[in-house]
Every structure is written in structure tokens, then in C-alpha cells.
């Protein structure tokens, strides 16, 4: 069975300092990968979403990057974090007939 | 690109009563509709989902209809419980296509005892 897993759950941070989401899937190939970020109460706004190795689109423009290195790897980067940054971050993967899974979420806290 | 509308954002009902969410959709290639129910601080899971050759599909409480003519769907959920509290989300996306999915902004129902 397919199995996503993400990491760290809870994560504070300072600002300007770096930051690395990482998200792994299982029991699949070639999925879709996507970085949604969640304000509390909000809806999902999608950052980043991938079709393929080495491909990344990017959704809204912002200090954040995403990379994905292996075909079920993706990583959520900032080089310098900034307090609008803080949020539940969710990794999630897809195939091609449509149902999304999610990972558990990253709340991060930037202060 | 697709657009996909929610509503209400709030729906506050007693136990025991109907709720129903409504969404809307703009690209009529889209043919797969999935609703996630997303608990306090949790992540996001997959409810029900129903296919555009289909016009109604049911599991238990929960039921979505879909008219591909006006472009919307909606989730039923019936002898609400407080359990039932949490956000809804609809999305709308082409399966088999870039079935990459739109979200709406979701709907925070509460159930009250």
C-alpha cells in the first residue's frame, strides 16, 4: 500500500535562519508531489507542485523553493525564513486517477 | 486554469440535522470531484469522491451529487454528529489529464451536541 511520510511535525524556528521540509512517498511511481501551506483557518494554498524528477512549478512567488531529487522525494526549502512563513505546511502525492493523498503536516512557528 | 467556488465558509447545525456543502466549478474537462475532511490539526483525508458519469454516489451518512450541466456538485451529510466537525474541502480535476486538483476554501461545519 502507498504510505507518505513527512517530517518534522512541529518545528520552531528564528528568523533568517534556513529551513528543510522533507516528504517521502511509498508504493508508488511517478506520482505528482505537492507543498500546500495552510494559515490557521485558512484554506490550502498550493506552493509548489512537481510531475517529475527535476520538475518544479511554482504557484505563488515568495522566499521558498521546492526540489524534488528522487522520483518519490520532495523538499520544502527557504534560505532565510520570515514570520509570514509560519503555517501548517502539508506534503501531498497524486496519480493519475485523481484521489490526493496528505501527509501528516509541519507546523512551523517562526519567531 | 480551473476555479473552483465553496460555500458557505461557516456551517454551524444540531446534531441530528442535515448539512450541505456546495461547490462550483469552471472547466467543464474536469471529471473527478473529491471531498476531504480535514480535523483540527490533523491532515486532510479523502470522504468521498464521485466521477462525472455518474450523478449521485452514497456511503453511510455522506452522499455527493454532481451536475455536470450547471458545473456543480455538492456533499450531503445526513443525522449530523459532533464527530462530523471539521473543514470540508471540494476539489475539481481532470483524471487521467495533469490531474493536478483545485481546491475550494473550504467549509467549517460545526455540530453542536
Known amino acids: 500500500s502507498q504510505t507518505i511520510h513527512q517530517w518534522p511535525a512541529t518545528l520552531v524556528q528564528p528568523v533568517g535562519s534556513p529551513l528543510s521540509l522533507e516528504c517521502t512517498v511509498e508504493g508508488t511511481s511517478n506520482p505528482n508531489l505537492y507543498w500546500y501551506r495552510q494559515a490557521a483557518g485558512r484554506g490550502l494554498q498550493l506552493l509548489f507542485y512537481s510531475v517529475g524528477i527535476g520538475q518544479i512549478s511554482s504557484e505563488v512567488p515568495q522566499n521558498l523553493s521546492a526540489s524534488r531529487p528522487q522520483d518519490r522525494q520532495f523538499i520544502l526549502s527557504s534560505k532565510k525564513l520570515l514570520l509570514s512563513d509560519s503555517g501548517f505546511y502539508l506534503c501531498?502525492?497524486?496519480?493519475?486517477?485523481?484521489?490526493?493523498?496528505f501527509g501528516q503536516g509541519t507546523r512551523l512557528t517562526v519567531v | 486554469g480551473e476555479n473552483v467556488e465553496q460555500h458557505p465558509s461557516t456551517l454551524s447545525v444540531q446534531e441530528g440535522d442535515s448539512a450541505v456543502i456546495k461547490c462550483t466549478y469552471s472547466?467543464?474537462?474536469?471529471?473527478?470531484f473529491p471531498w476531504y475532511k480535514q480535523e483540527l490539526g490533523k491532515r486532510p483525508q479523502l470522504i468521498i469522491d464521485i466521477r462525472s458519469n455518474v450523478g449521485e454516489k452514497k456511503d453511510q451518512r455522506i452522499a455527493v451529487t454532481l451536475n455536470k450541466t450547471a458545473k456543480h456538485f455538492s456533499l450531503h451529510i445526513t443525522e449530523t454528529q459532533p464527530e462530523d466537525s471539521a473543514v470540508y474541502f471540494c476539489a475539481a480535476l481532470i483524471s487521467g489529464g495533469s490531474y493536478i486538483p483545485t481546491f475550494g476554501r473550504g467549509t467549517s461545519l460545526i455540530v453542536h451536541p
Open positions: 472547466d467543464s474537462a474536469s471529471n473527478y
Open positions: 501531498a502525492w497524486s496519480v493519475r486517477e485523481g484521489k490526493a493523498f
